[in-house]
């Protein structure tokens, strides 16, 4: 990400210099008279083609051309400096020329281009060029001001702070999006291996326990052909289990494979084909599966009919049986293939299943799930964006201060001359240096300014009012009218995270109301096109700090498109890796039990009327089922926590976590707007943080219960991006002294 910030940055600041440079040279020969107008005419063409095919090659360029191409431009700078003679005129009235503007961009763009020690003998060389030539086109006259050199290296030295501190802010976007990666990363491949892990059981559930559970209960006499083949498909579906499921699977082949071993008669409505994460149809076809056994243990009826919608938000597969029917209400919750193996499968890939049954009148079952997973991001352009701004703004406050501190209270107090009363401009220079400082409190903070940005516009339009009406009529615009365009600058910082048009909006009234009140004076220390060029220098690079905030938000969503992608990437060959270690652990812990027994089963050498083998089934059914009801306790939202701790630990976060009450089970993206605010608190917490999950249940009708899951994080550390209410949850943040107080809470009903 630092590396792209540095390119777009060399990027724009070479536009930068292009179009204002190129806008200034042809408004001063236009407005301006020059002593040499062809000669003019020639050099302001010759540097403006100059800077335009230094900027294309220098972007362009490789390594070795970006070294020599600058020390080249250097010296073309120099070279235009040298030819004042005949294309500037000395005019105190007539403010800055195009020559005076072109150094001032030139070494405000140089960081982006230079290292530091270049930067400076850059800016002693175009300082000395300048100073030549305006000495020989007017010896000892305006154009030699001594004060040009301290201002342009001032104004290179800002720049440079400018560079590092949104350079700097990119590196910490770095570090708080890579830990923040990291712990999402965390509680993914927690949170996939948990899912699997309870398809897994889920899956020994609805073939191996239920095969030698009725063997080993007598249900079977003697070897049968369908136990046979029942036992073969387990160990297929065993095996099966073995293998991470990439990419996408067709479901309808799945739906007849399942189908074929259930039921003899059964109605198809599905279209041909239909696509979806393997995961999400090996699911569904498992639901469908498990839905069937139900029809041809219970239902009394060997037909049942599946329908198969979709649209391009979800899937729907249907069950329907005209078999005797149940009442729903009257089966317990303890029962696995009701509760387990269709409503919990289809949360655990943030789907759902609903059961419609009455006595005598058959049975529908509904399985449905997204066609896609939502992308949540993990806000990381807030981040990027935040960290970014961050580093903007800092450089902006330090600048601001520096101009008040070191150029504006110096004219101000050298000038008392050229104002009508004193206390206006102490009185507009303490407010400026306040309003900086609550910018600076704010971003130090890391607070938004919220309801107090109208309140201090206002106030800076006031001051800047107050001071322009204490000028005397022919010092305005000139430099004893220090507030005209330096008041500005507090407009950039109170505007800059804001839209461009709103910015230039005001920006350009805080413009309008000072030449307004200048026009109404009547007169004024320099002429209009002095103003325009002197306004323009200025208004120029408070201009380029809009564009240069409006770039880094682009670049924040940019960037976290592609950081999310490579995360994406990363975190699913991570599961893969992961899954199949587990799915292979299983195996291997099967290999010794399970699958002998469902092997001899299906080859015919167990018979399942032996007595023995009927033990050795029955006590493997019982293993299989006490592993199915001892994870049926465990909480999946909190092994995701669990796992961002673990990481946030080895960041150097202390981390002290409590959780309290009874949790249900989750779908994964309500579990993910949980976590995320937890991650985001994580990433950048600094010392301890404490986690907690809460979880509370309450009455509301003889029928109805509202359950309240609360995930809370208290920790030094920045404020989490917001998050937009949805699927139940709902995100707050409060300050408790140095520390903020940040929860996400779901609630809901059944």
């Not at 995100?731 to 779901?746: F, K, N, Y």
Request: net charge neutral.
């Amino acid at each position: 990400m630092e590396q792209r910030l540095l390119r777009q940055g060399l990027v724009y600041a070479l536009g930068l210099r292009v179009v204002v440079i190129g806008l200034s040279s042809a408004a001063y020969l236009a407005l301006a008279p020059v002593p040499d107008r062809a000669v003019a005419v020639t050099v302001v063409a010759a540097f403006n083609g100059w800077s335009l095919c230094y900027a294309a090659v220098l972007v362009r360029g490789s390594g070795s051309v970006r070294r020599w191409l600058p020390l080249a431009d250097v010296a073309a700078v120099c070279a235009a400096c040298l030819t004042q003679p005949w294309t500037v005129t000395s005019d105190p009235r007539g403010g800055g020329t195009w020559i005076f503007v072109a150094v001032n961009l030139v070494v405000v763009t140089y960081p982006w281009q230079l290292g530091w020690r270049l930067l400076v003998g850059a800016t002693l060389s175009v300082v000395t060029a300048y100073y030549v030539g305006a000495t020989l086109a007017d010896p000892g006259g305006w154009l030699v001001d001594p004060s040009i050199g301290p201002w342009t290296a001032a104004e290179a030295a800002l720049s440079w702070g400018l560079y590092r501190f949104v350079r700097r802010g990119a590196r910490a976007a770095d570090r708080t999006v890579e830990r923040a990666a990291e712990l999402r990363h965390a509680a993914v491949v927690a949170a996939a291996r948990r899912r699997d892990e309870r398809e897994y059981l889920a899956a020994l559930h609805d073939t191996a326990a239920a095969t030698l559970l009725m063997v080993g209960g007598g249900v079977v006499a003697r070897t049968e052909p369908w136990l046979a083949e029942q036992a073969r498909r387990d160990l297929r579906e065993l095996r099966r289990s073995e293998d991470v499921l990439h990419g996408e699977a067709d479901l309808v082949p799945l739906l007849h494979e399942v189908a074929d071993n259930t039921l003899p008669h059964i109605a198809w409505q599905t279209p041909d084909s239909l696509m979806l994460p393997a995961a999400d149809a090996v699911s569904l076809s498992r639901g469908v599966r498990e839905a069937l056994t139900n029809v041809a243990r219970h239902a009394g009826t060997d037909r049942a009919e599946i329908r198969v919608e979709h649209d391009p938000e979800r899937v729907t597969v249907q069950i329907t049986d005209r078999g005797r029917g149940f009442d729903p209400a009257r089966v317990g919750g303890h029962r696995y293939g009701v509760t387990r193996s269709l409503v919990e499968r289809m949360i655990r890939i943030g789907g759902a299943a609903r059961i419609q049954s009455r006595p005598g009148q058959g049975t529908t079952v509904t399985l449905s799930c997204p066609r896609a997973a939502p992308d949540l991001g993990g806000n990381d352009e807030e981040i990027i964006a935040g960290s970014f701004q961050r580093g903007l703004r800092w450089a902006v406050v330090v600048m601001s201060l520096a101009i008040l501190l070191f150029l504006d209270l110096p004219r101000l107090l050298s000038s008392r001359e050229a104002y009508t009363a004193f206390w206006p401009q102490l009185v507009t220079w303490v407010g400026l240096v306040t309003v900086t400082l609550a910018v600076a409190l704010a971003t130090w903070r890391d607070r938004p300014l919220g309801r107090w940005r109208p309140a201090l516009l206002v106030l800076v339009f006031a001051l800047s009012a107050l001071a322009t009406a204490s000028v005397r009529p022919e010092y305005l615009l000139g430099a004893a009218h220090w507030s005209e365009g330096d008041a500005g600058w507090q407009v950039v910082l109170l505007m800059m995270d804001g839209r461009i048009s709103a910015f230039v909006a005001v920006l350009a009234a805080h413009y309008l109301l000072t030449f307004g009140q200048a026009a109404g004076a009547g007169q004024a220390a320099l002429s209009v096109a002095g103003a325009v060029s002197a306004t323009w220098a200025v208004l120029a690079y408070q201009l380029a700090i809009a564009m240069i905030a409006a770039v880094l938000r682009g670049m924040a969503t940019s960037s976290a498109q592609a950081l999310r992608a490579a995360e994406r990437v990363r975190t699913a060959d991570a599961v893969a890796r992961h899954l199949h270690a587990d799915r292979t652990s299983r195996l291997s812990g099967l290999a010794a039990t399970a699958v002998p027994l469902l092997a001899g089963l299906a080859s015919g050498e167990l018979d399942p009327g032996d007595e023995s083998v009927r033990r050795m089934c029955a006590a493997e059914a019982a293993r299989m089922r006490r592993l199915i009801a001892t994870d049926a306790a465990a909480d999946s939202l909190s092994h995701e926590l669990r796992a961002c701790i673990e990481q946030a630990e080895r960041n150097g976060v202390a981390v002290s976590f409590a959780e309290c009450g009874t949790r249900p089970e989750l779908p994964p993206l309500v579990c993910q707007r949980l976590v995320e605010p937890a991650i985001a608190a994580l990433a950048t917490a600094r010392g301890k943080a404490r986690l907690t999950v809460a979880s509370t249940r309450e009455t509301v009708t003889v029928d109805s219960i509202r359950e309240t899951v609360t995930v809370s994080v208290v920790a030094a550390c920045a404020a989490p991006p917001s998050m937009p209410d949805g699927d139940g949850v709902r995100q707050s943040t409060t300050v408790v002294g140095d520390r903020l107080w940040i929860q996400a809470a779901w609630q809901g009903e059944r």
